[in-house]
């Protein structure tokens, strides 16, 4: 409680309402929506406490939320806001920051980090954003009465590479239970000419850690087949170079497609593959697996931590390894059921009611000053 027993205030930094979705504002919007459900509930442990979206006033998105209110405001706007206007409008509350980044100063205030990448790999990264948004993290994670990250394994970096100690880091999974909210759309397939457990399904990426090359060299080892590859991605992938070309016509580009088609395609797939060297937290592999997927992925990063031994692994570096391990899912129909059964049952412990409620309790130890 505030002074003369007047409700104190949690501020949301709402900067990413400006732009689409993304990994980092899917955290934000899942959390707030069960906050917002908890408070119109009167769940107790709100009492006391209001909380409120801090945006800027181009912000082209909103939420539908009915007990937490949402205000488009500037002082000075443009590229100030975040670092200057943010702080002086949440100046008397606490603040939470959902994406890496926060003002330049506040008194209360919990920044998410979801990982390290860009000290992990660089070469990812434009060098502009490398010399903007490094020195902002190490920053944050100074000013920050409280770190939260997703991992274990993104805590340790965290601390590697001197964005904040152990003792200012909580660790909280997030959820991925949003994909089950979708009903899939089947059509998707026909429109790509896929067959159910006929592909193999990748997202498509061009950071360097997400190492997708060794599948197109994988399944240039398979040999000729039915099996093909249905990689989401916006671009052509047929004009890169590269491995890519040795995929051929088993190679099918998926794009523009919705939270029901990408539900659908996780379903039907044969395998969801995901190699990549290092992830802060394993968010498409559980979200392929809560949609009945079977998954293999390395044991790097965060991945041994979310996904256990309910996983399917492949070495980062052998296409062989991974040729395998994909032919196994197709020649072994029964292991195949026997991971997704698995897999399922493991992911369905990844809620975004568990990652808010854990969250909710350490904003009011921040707002309590402990």
């Known amino acids: 409680m505030g002074e003369a027993g007047k409700s104190a205030t949690v501020y949301v930094n709402g900067r990413f309402l400006r732009g689409p979705i993304t990994g980092t504002s899917r955290v934000a919007e899942e959390v707030l929506a069960c906050w917002d ?32 209110p949402i205000h488009r405001r500037d002082v000075l706007g443009g590229k100030f806001w975040e670092p200057v206007d943010l702080g002086l409008m949440a100046r008397k509350g606490t603040l939470v920051n959902f994406a890496n980044v926060a003002p330049l100063y506040h008194p209360r205030m919990l920044t998410y980090m979801h990982d390290a990448q860009m000290f992990l790999y660089p070469q990812s990264y434009p060098r502009g954003e490398l010399r903007t948004h490094r020195p902002l993290m190490r920053l944050a994670g100074r000013l920050s009465r409280r770190v939260i990250t997703v991992s274990e394994f993104s805590s340790r970096m965290l601390q590697r590479f001197g964005i904040a100690p152990a003792s200012k880091i909580a660790v909280i999974h997030n959820g991925a239970d949003h994909i089950l909210r979708v009903e899939p759309d089947s059509s998707v397939l026909a429109r790509f000419g896929l067959q159910p457990q006929n592909y193999v399904l990748m997202l498509g990426s061009a950071f360097a850690y997400k190492n997708i090359e060794v599948i197109y060299r994988a399944f240039a080892r398979m040999g000729a087949g039915p ?18 070309q040795d995929v051929g016509d088993r190679l099918v580009v998926v794009s523009d497609v919705s939270d029901a088609d990408l539900r659908a395609l996780y379903r039907h797939a044969l395998v969801f593959v995901q190699p990549a060297r290092t992830e802060g937290f394993a968010m498409t592999q559980l979200e392929a697996l809560n949609s009945g997927a079977p998954v293999i992925t390395c044991a790097l990063g965060s991945m041994p931590e979310v996904l256990g031994e309910d996983v399917a692994y492949a070495d980062p570096d052998s296409p062989e390894e991974w040729a395998r391990a994909i032919l196994r899912f197709e020649s072994d129909p029964r292991f195949r059921s026997a991971m997704v059964a698995r897999g399922q ?3 369905a412990r990844y809620t975004w009611q568990r990652t808010a409620d854990a969250l909710w309790r350490e904003v009011v130890r921040v707002a309590k000053g402990r």
């Open 37 to 68: 459900a908890a408070m119109l509930a009167g769940d107790e442990r709100f009492a006391g406490m209001s909380v409120e979206v801090l945006c800027p006033a181009n912000a082209v998105r909103s939420l539908p939320l009915r007990a937490i």
């Open 227 to 244: 099996l093909r590859l249905a990689v989401i991605a916006r671009a052509d992938l047929r004009k890169a170079v590269g491995a890519v």
């Open 345 to 347: 049952a493991m992911a």
